[in-house]
């Protein structure tokens, strides 16, 4: 709770001394500012009740069952489908990635899940058939797709690396010794 009111400090000190110098934008900032939390104000008790609807409804088996490690490529096409299927702002799937990775989802999956619901929507699809055609859209749909999982799963090695790392320099590992 302190560190997020240091950041929260922090963030209001660069913003008044950024206002300061250049006085001429504080109308579109306040304005920006004052838009952006309405929506979030519309937003998130839908997220919320929504969340606590999830934490209900879907065991940690479940879970467990099809976005866990055991998952394989099935985790990664349930993963894009969940990404895809929401419209929305993407700080809305935060929480419901929180939850499910506390739930034991695979750490590519979550990472999947979040990029597909940042880069991948059906709407946003239609539009680009629309205004691009399909070969445009088909090209960077596969691409994302392609790209989004290779992060994933790319992100997970990095962070289990950093934790085994970790673990042998606290247990005096050959990492440790020389430290």
């Given at each position: 709770?302190?560190?997020d009111?240091?950041?929260?400090g ?5 913003v008044?001394?950024?206002l ?11 304005t920006t ?5 309405l929506?979030?104000?519309?937003i998130l ?6 969340m606590?609807l ?15 490690k055991t ?5 990664i096409?349930?993963a ?7 419209t929305g ?7 419901m ?8 989802a ?8 979040l ?14 058939l629309?205004?691009l055609?399909?070969?445009?859209m ?5 691409l ?10 790319f992100?997970?090695w ?6 085994k790392?970790?673990s ?5 590992g ?6």
């Amino acid at each position: 709770m302190i560190r997020d009111y240091i950041l929260l400090g922090a963030t209001l000190i660069v913003v008044a001394t950024i206002l300061l110098i250049f006085p001429d934008r504080v109308d579109i900032v306040t304005t920006t500012s004052w838009d952006y939390f309405l929506e979030m104000m519309m937003i998130l008790p839908v997220v919320i009740v929504v969340m606590g609807l999830f934490t209900v409804w879907v065991s940690k088996e479940t879970v467990a069952k099809y976005l866990s490690k055991t998952s394989g490529i099935n985790g990664i096409f349930l993963a894009i489908l969940f990404g895809t299927l929401p419209t929305g702002p993407l700080y809305a799937a935060f929480p419901m990635a929180s939850s499910l990775l506390k739930k034991g989802a695979r750490i590519s999956n979550i990472v999947i899940f979040l990029s597909a619901w940042a880069c991948i929507k059906i709407p946003q699809e239609m539009m680009e058939l629309q205004f691009l055609g399909p070969k445009f859209m088909v090209s960077r749909l596969v691409l994302t797709i392609i790209f989004v999982t290779l992060m994933g799963v790319f992100i997970e090695w990095m962070i289990r690396w950093s934790d085994k790392k970790k673990s042998s320099k606290s247990t005096g590992g050959e990492n440790g010794a020389s430290i």
